[in-house]
T-cell receptor
């Protein structure tokens, strides 16, 4: 069963705009991770946030985690065409990673 | 540079064939995973392994088996390939830390077509 559910399924924005993707999950987690996948390729890890953390930054990425609501958000600021990809959240529990279906982000020049 | 390598990028097999997908990692990671990815369904876990010779079923293990004889290698076996196993297969590895798994590293994927 899939733990995380991303929202929206697809997002289309212009370069320079911010992109926000959300993830909801169902059970307790050790950590939550975000990954990016360029078309037809493997996934690349972006950021990991632990269950006792509320916010984390990495470059243009900002991730928040609300364990009371079982939700997380990924914000990409000042987006670029190169950010066009699918983004997945993954929840970690008992050494497995469970992924959602992803958000497809299209950034137009 | 850390690396997870899958043996094939593209593979075409016939229905009923026994298919081996190989994955090797060079990071001394304890955990290794096999996922399949299908449009609209995201990534679904087939099997994972947290140590040599150890394996655990994921969400969709039917029709698959795995082998982990060495720490760096995790093989996915389709005992008798069927057309509904046409998919993108992704291997990943991660380290087991004090507070759960760390980030996972993925291979480039194997796009398997069963005809």
């Amino acid at each position: 069963s899939q733990q995380g559910e991303e929202d929206p399924q697809a997002l289309s924005i212009q370069e320079g705009e911010n992109a926000t993707m959300n993830c909801s999950y169902k059970t307790s987690i050790n950590n939550l991770q975000w990954y990016r996948q360029n078309s037809g390729r493997g996934l690349v890890h972006l950021i990991l946030i632990r269950s006792n953390e509320r916010e984390k930054h990495s470059g243009r990425l900002r991730v928040t985690l609300d364990t009371s609501k079982k939700s997380s958000s990924l914000l990409i600021t000042a987006s670029r065409a190169a950010d066009t990809a699918s983004y997945f959240c993954a929840t970690e529990g008992y050494s497995t990673l469970t992924f959602g279906k992803g958000t497809m982000l299209l950034v137009s020049p | 540079d850390v690396k997870v390598t899958q043996s094939s990028r593209y593979l075409v097999k016939r229905t009923g064939e026994k298919v081996f997908l190989e994955c090797v990692q060079d990071m001394d990671h304890e955990n290794m995973f096999w996922y399949r990815q299908d449009p609209g369904l995201g990534l679904r876990l087939i099997y994972f392994s947290y140590d040599v010779k150890m394996k655990e079923k994921g969400d969709i293990p039917e029709g698959y088996s795995v082998s982990r004889e060495k720490k760096e290698r995790f093989s996915l076996i389709l005992e008798s390939a069927s057309t509904n196993q046409t998919s993108m297969y992704l291997c990943a590895s991660s380290k087991w830390g004090a507070r759960g798994s760390t980030e996972a590293f993925f291979g480039q994927g194997t796009r398997l077509t069963v005809v």
